[in-house]
């Protein structure tokens, strides 16, 4: 068994010492939002913080993991009001999202260190690939966090995960059922 806390939680790992932490995440804890992208390091869309430090978790095994804390996005903040995650939506700097929890990660991790980071220095710190190409807007998310955990700005709430359907009708007016083409039109 390989001990370890994930999300602040203790959990003992009965699988091959050598096994990635990415799997065990993913299949055994059931943490899906480390993604598995690459396998090889080079994409961070599996990062976590292990001892508060971003790392690939695909280049590290359990056995390296063993007695240390690793927090996952799912661990960063359960109802996303970390500074990175509210500034990523307010700046629009997700697209199809599959990086996003990586670079999430990588992101709180430079907060915590530095929380007032210039624009180089998020460059260097954030190694993540993004297919969709958010660079610009993260950069400018993640200077946006900074000023949250430092208290010169608030961020109003991202929306709450399970929005109602009916709430998100009444917002969305496209969504209305009444607006839908009744299934019988143009039989008689």
Same mark, same amino acid.
């Given at each position: 068994m *390989?001990?370890?806390?994930?999300? &602040?939680? =203790?959990? %003992?790992? %009965?699988?091959d010492p050598d096994t990635p932490l990415l799997f065990a995440l993913r299949e055994a804890a059931n943490l899906t939002g480390t993604k598995y992208g690459c396998g090889t390091g080079d994409c961070g869309a599996c990062m976590v913080l292990v001892?508060?430090?971003?790392?690939?978790?695909?280049?590290?095994? /359990?056995?390296?993991?063993? @007695?240390?804390? /690793? *927090? *996952?996005?799912? @661990? #960063?903040?359960? %109802?996303?009001?970390?500074?990175v995650q509210q500034a #990523?939506? &307010?700046?629009?700097?997700?697209?199809?999202?599959?990086? *996003?929890?990586?670079?999430?990660?990588?992101? &709180?991790? #430079?907060?915590?260190?530095?929380? %007032?980071?210039?624009?180089?220095? /998020?460059?260097?710190? /954030?190694?993540?690939?993004?297919?969709? @190409?958010?660079? =610009?807007?993260?950069?400018?998310?993640i200077q946006r966090a900074g000023r949250v955990a430092r208290r010169r700005e608030t961020i109003s709430a991202a929306p709450a995960p399970g929005i109602d359907p009916a709430d998100a009708a009444r917002a969305v007016p496209g969504m209305r059922v009444e607006d839908a083409v009744p299934d019988d039109l143009g039989s008689d």
């Open positions: *390989t001990a370890m806390t994930v999300n &602040a939680r =203790p959990v %003992d790992f %009965d699988m001892d508060g430090e971003a790392l690939r978790s695909c280049l590290v095994t /359990i056995a390296e993991a063993e @007695g240390r804390f /690793i *927090t *996952t996005i799912e @661990g #960063l903040s359960r %109802d996303r009001s970390h500074p #990523l939506v &307010a700046e629009q700097a997700i697209q199809c999202g599959f990086c *996003t929890p990586g670079i999430a990660i990588a992101a &709180a991790a #430079l907060i915590r260190r530095n929380p %007032d980071p210039t624009a180089e220095q /998020i460059r260097e710190a /954030i190694p993540n690939l993004c297919r969709c @190409g958010v660079y =610009p807007r993260l950069v400018q998310a």
